[in-house]
């Protein structure tokens, strides 16, 4: 599936009502039937990278942004590759995440809240070979 062009912001302010419209007027749904919720508290994890790689986002990310429609074609895509996401911390694969791998290397990752619902997690480009290489390692997601 070919992934919509990228959008451009003229600044997060902008992106952020462009978001609360698109995403957080209703559920969208996955290819196969999951309600995925976005909460207007999730444009700063989505759309915002920490400057000093400490895990504090405080930097509006332009690269993220410009690819916001991508996450909703992303869950409606058939042919994305799913996986089960992983704990680092347990370090056990989570059947109730799921990763989803679009165009290379753009991920989105929900969460299933039971029944056909789920909350978005994070959406990214991946630079990384070798994370990519770990996510491709993972389960396959149902």
Not at 30 to 53: A, C, K, P, Q, Y
Request: with cysteine; charged share 25%; hydrophobic share 40%.
């Amino acid at each position: 599936m070919a992934m919509p062009p990228l959008k451009t912001f003229a600044d997060e302010v902008e992106c952020g009502l462009y978001y609360k419209q698109v995403y957080c007027s209703g559920p969208i749904p996955t290819f196969d039937g999951i309600m995925v919720r976005f909460d207007r508290r999730d444009f700063l994890h989505l759309f915002f990278e920490s400057s000093n790689r400490d895990g504090n986002k405080d930097t509006f990310s332009t690269r993220r942004a410009e690819r916001i429609d991508w996450i909703k074609a992303a869950l409606e895509d058939p042919g994305a590759d799913l996986y089960q996401g992983y704990d680092s911390e347990t370090k056990t694969y989570l059947p109730g995440r799921r990763v989803c791998v679009v165009s290379g290397n753009y991920v989105v990752v929900i969460s299933l809240l039971g029944g056909n619902r789920a909350k978005i997690v994070t959406a990214f480009v991946i630079d990384d070979p070798k994370v990519l290489a770990l996510i491709k390692a993972s389960p396959k997601w149902k």
